[in-house]
Protein backbone atom coordinates (compact mmCIF):
# COMPACT_ATOMS: atom_id res chain seq x y z
CA UNK A 1 0.00 0.00 0.00
CA UNK A 2 2.87 2.21 0.71
CA UNK A 3 4.88 1.55 -2.65
CA UNK A 4 1.48 2.09 -4.66
CA UNK A 5 0.29 5.45 -2.84
CA UNK A 6 3.94 7.05 -3.04
CA UNK A 7 4.99 5.94 -6.87
CA UNK A 8 2.67 8.32 -8.74
CA UNK A 9 4.16 11.26 -6.75
CA UNK A 10 7.88 10.26 -7.38
CA UNK A 11 6.84 9.62 -11.25
CA UNK A 12 5.09 13.22 -11.15
CA UNK A 13 8.78 14.43 -9.51
CA UNK A 14 10.31 12.89 -12.39
CA UNK A 15 8.63 14.21 -15.26
CA UNK A 16 8.84 17.92 -14.27
CA UNK A 17 12.65 17.18 -13.67
CA UNK A 18 12.52 15.62 -17.54
CA UNK A 19 10.90 18.99 -18.44
CA UNK A 20 13.87 20.71 -17.45
CA UNK A 21 16.44 17.89 -18.38
CA UNK A 22 15.08 16.20 -21.52
CA UNK A 23 18.05 14.73 -22.76
CA UNK A 24 19.31 13.43 -19.21
CA UNK A 25 19.95 9.97 -19.87
CA UNK A 26 19.65 8.90 -16.36
CA UNK A 27 16.42 10.49 -15.50
CA UNK A 28 14.78 9.03 -19.03
CA UNK A 29 15.97 5.98 -17.79
CA UNK A 30 14.68 5.96 -14.08
CA UNK A 31 11.07 7.32 -15.20
CA UNK A 32 11.02 4.45 -17.66
CA UNK A 33 11.87 1.86 -15.35
CA UNK A 34 9.42 3.29 -12.40
CA UNK A 35 6.53 3.30 -14.77
CA UNK A 36 7.24 -0.33 -15.74
CA UNK A 37 8.01 -1.44 -12.04
CA UNK A 38 4.64 0.76 -10.49
CA UNK A 39 2.43 -1.30 -13.82
CA UNK A 40 3.47 -4.67 -13.66
CA UNK A 41 4.17 -4.45 -9.47
CA UNK A 42 1.27 -2.50 -8.43
CA UNK A 43 -1.18 -1.86 -11.13
CA UNK A 44 -1.52 -5.78 -12.68
CA UNK A 45 -2.36 -6.47 -9.33
CA UNK A 46 -4.88 -4.79 -8.92
CA UNK A 47 -6.58 -5.16 -12.42
CA UNK A 48 -6.42 -9.14 -11.83
CA UNK A 49 -8.34 -8.42 -8.34
CA UNK A 50 -10.82 -6.15 -10.13
CA UNK A 51 -10.97 -8.87 -13.09
CA UNK A 52 -11.66 -11.76 -10.47
CA UNK A 53 -14.24 -10.14 -8.27
CA UNK A 54 -16.43 -9.07 -11.72
CA UNK A 55 -15.90 -5.76 -11.29
CA UNK A 56 -15.23 -5.38 -15.05
CA UNK A 57 -15.87 -1.84 -15.49
CA UNK A 58 -13.15 -0.86 -12.69
CA UNK A 59 -10.90 -3.66 -14.91
CA UNK A 60 -11.36 -1.97 -17.87
CA UNK A 61 -9.93 1.35 -16.88
CA UNK A 62 -7.25 -0.43 -15.14
CA UNK A 63 -6.35 -2.16 -18.13
CA UNK A 64 -6.69 1.30 -20.20
CA UNK A 65 -3.98 2.88 -17.64
CA UNK A 66 -1.70 -0.06 -17.73
CA UNK A 67 -1.43 0.57 -21.11
CA UNK A 68 -0.72 4.30 -21.12
CA UNK A 69 1.99 3.49 -18.78
CA UNK A 70 3.69 0.78 -20.80
CA UNK A 71 3.50 3.09 -23.90
CA UNK A 72 4.65 6.55 -21.80
CA UNK A 73 7.74 4.20 -20.52
CA UNK A 74 8.57 2.85 -23.83
CA UNK A 75 8.21 6.71 -25.55
CA UNK A 76 11.22 7.57 -22.69
CA UNK A 77 13.48 4.63 -23.31
CA UNK A 78 13.06 4.99 -27.00
CA UNK A 79 14.33 8.35 -26.47
CA UNK A 80 17.49 7.18 -25.15
CA UNK A 81 18.40 4.58 -27.62
CA UNK A 82 17.34 7.59 -30.30
CA UNK A 83 20.13 9.70 -28.41
CA UNK A 84 22.55 6.45 -29.52
CA UNK A 85 21.50 6.35 -32.92
CA UNK A 86 25.02 7.31 -33.98
CA UNK A 87 24.28 7.24 -38.00
CA UNK A 88 20.54 8.59 -37.88
CA UNK A 89 18.40 6.12 -39.30
CA UNK A 90 17.00 4.23 -36.61
CA UNK A 91 13.56 5.59 -37.32
CA UNK A 92 13.58 3.57 -40.98
CA UNK A 93 14.81 0.81 -39.08
CA UNK A 94 11.55 0.77 -36.87
CA UNK A 95 9.05 2.04 -39.04
CA UNK A 96 10.15 -0.89 -41.71
CA UNK A 97 8.27 -3.38 -38.98
CA UNK A 98 10.93 -6.12 -40.35
CA UNK A 99 12.62 -7.07 -37.33
CA UNK A 100 15.31 -8.95 -39.33
CA UNK A 101 15.96 -4.92 -40.68
CA UNK A 102 15.81 -3.31 -37.12
CA UNK A 103 18.32 -6.43 -35.88
CA UNK A 104 21.26 -5.77 -38.51
CA UNK A 105 20.80 -2.10 -38.33
CA UNK A 106 21.42 -2.46 -34.29
CA UNK A 107 23.80 -4.84 -34.23
CA UNK A 108 26.59 -2.47 -36.67
CA UNK A 109 25.67 0.52 -34.92
CA UNK A 110 24.40 -0.22 -31.14
CA UNK A 111 28.01 -2.05 -29.65
CA UNK A 112 28.73 -0.53 -26.36
CA UNK A 113 27.90 -1.13 -22.80
CA UNK A 114 25.90 2.34 -22.40
CA UNK A 115 23.28 1.39 -25.36
CA UNK A 116 21.86 -1.74 -22.98
CA UNK A 117 20.16 0.20 -20.44
CA UNK A 118 17.76 2.48 -23.39
CA UNK A 119 17.46 -1.11 -25.16
CA UNK A 120 16.03 -3.14 -22.46
CA UNK A 121 13.65 -0.46 -21.06
CA UNK A 122 12.39 0.17 -24.88
CA UNK A 123 11.92 -3.74 -25.56
CA UNK A 124 10.37 -4.49 -21.55
CA UNK A 125 8.44 -1.43 -22.00
CA UNK A 126 7.10 -2.33 -25.59
CA UNK A 127 6.91 -6.02 -25.41
CA UNK A 128 4.65 -5.34 -22.03
CA UNK A 129 2.12 -2.86 -23.54
CA UNK A 130 1.78 -5.27 -26.01
CA UNK A 131 1.21 -8.32 -23.57
CA UNK A 132 -1.53 -6.31 -22.15
CA UNK A 133 -3.46 -5.38 -25.40
CA UNK A 134 -5.58 -7.67 -24.83
CA UNK A 135 -4.89 -9.32 -28.36
CA UNK A 136 -5.37 -6.49 -30.54
CA UNK A 137 -3.25 -7.40 -33.76
CA UNK A 138 -1.91 -3.81 -34.65
CA UNK A 139 -0.33 -4.00 -30.96
CA UNK A 140 1.16 -7.59 -31.81
CA UNK A 141 2.52 -6.64 -34.97
CA UNK A 142 5.24 -4.58 -32.98
CA UNK A 143 6.33 -7.27 -31.36
CA UNK A 144 9.06 -8.44 -33.71
CA UNK A 145 10.81 -4.77 -33.26
CA UNK A 146 9.76 -4.75 -29.97
CA UNK A 147 11.43 -8.38 -29.51
CA UNK A 148 14.63 -7.01 -31.55
CA UNK A 149 15.77 -4.33 -29.03
CA UNK A 150 15.28 -6.55 -26.24
CA UNK A 151 17.56 -9.19 -28.34
CA UNK A 152 20.51 -6.63 -28.98
CA UNK A 153 20.61 -5.59 -25.25
CA UNK A 154 20.97 -9.60 -23.90
CA UNK A 155 23.81 -9.97 -26.64
CA UNK A 156 25.17 -7.01 -25.17
CA UNK A 157 24.87 -7.62 -21.70
CA UNK A 158 22.84 -10.84 -20.74
CA UNK A 159 23.45 -10.07 -16.87
CA UNK A 160 21.31 -6.55 -16.89
CA UNK A 161 18.36 -6.31 -14.55
CA UNK A 162 19.72 -9.52 -13.18
CA UNK A 163 18.96 -11.71 -16.71
CA UNK A 164 15.78 -9.83 -16.88
CA UNK A 165 15.99 -9.35 -20.63
CA UNK A 166 16.88 -13.03 -21.24
CA UNK A 167 13.48 -13.63 -18.20
CA UNK A 168 11.68 -11.71 -21.06
CA UNK A 169 12.29 -13.38 -24.24
CA UNK A 170 11.56 -16.55 -22.36
CA UNK A 171 7.92 -14.93 -21.68
CA UNK A 172 7.66 -13.67 -25.08
CA UNK A 173 8.86 -17.61 -26.55
CA UNK A 174 6.31 -19.26 -24.38
CA UNK A 175 3.16 -16.53 -24.88
CA UNK A 176 2.77 -16.59 -28.87
CA UNK A 177 1.96 -19.44 -30.74
CA UNK A 178 4.67 -21.07 -33.40
CA UNK A 179 3.20 -19.35 -36.16
CA UNK A 180 4.05 -16.25 -34.53
CA UNK A 181 7.41 -17.33 -33.29
CA UNK A 182 6.74 -19.05 -30.27
CA UNK A 183 8.26 -22.32 -29.16
CA UNK A 184 8.17 -23.70 -25.54
CA UNK A 185 11.36 -25.25 -26.17
CA UNK A 186 13.35 -21.70 -27.07
CA UNK A 187 11.41 -20.37 -24.14
CA UNK A 188 12.57 -23.22 -22.17
CA UNK A 189 16.62 -22.12 -23.15
CA UNK A 190 15.91 -18.78 -22.28
CA UNK A 191 14.55 -19.51 -18.67
CA UNK A 192 17.57 -21.76 -18.21
CA UNK A 193 20.13 -19.50 -19.43
CA UNK A 194 18.65 -16.52 -17.45
CA UNK A 195 19.17 -18.39 -14.26
CA UNK A 196 22.80 -19.72 -14.86
CA UNK A 197 23.69 -15.93 -15.57
CA UNK A 198 21.84 -14.61 -12.85
CA UNK A 199 22.49 -17.32 -10.26
CA UNK A 200 18.97 -17.42 -9.58
CA UNK A 201 18.63 -14.10 -8.46
CA UNK A 202 15.60 -13.32 -10.33
Known amino acids: DIFGKAVPSAILQAEALIRVSPDNEKLLIGLSRTYVVYAYGWLSAEWELADERGDFELADELERRLMELYKRSSQLALRVV ?41 GAAWG ?24 RS ?3 NPGYADAGGLGALGDAAAAFTELLGGNLDTAKGYYDRALTVCQRRN
Open 128 to 151: SMIANSGGDLNAIADAPPARALME
Open 82 to 122: HKHDRVGKLGEALKSGKADVLSAYLKQHYTDQDDVSGLYWA
Open 154 to 156: VEL
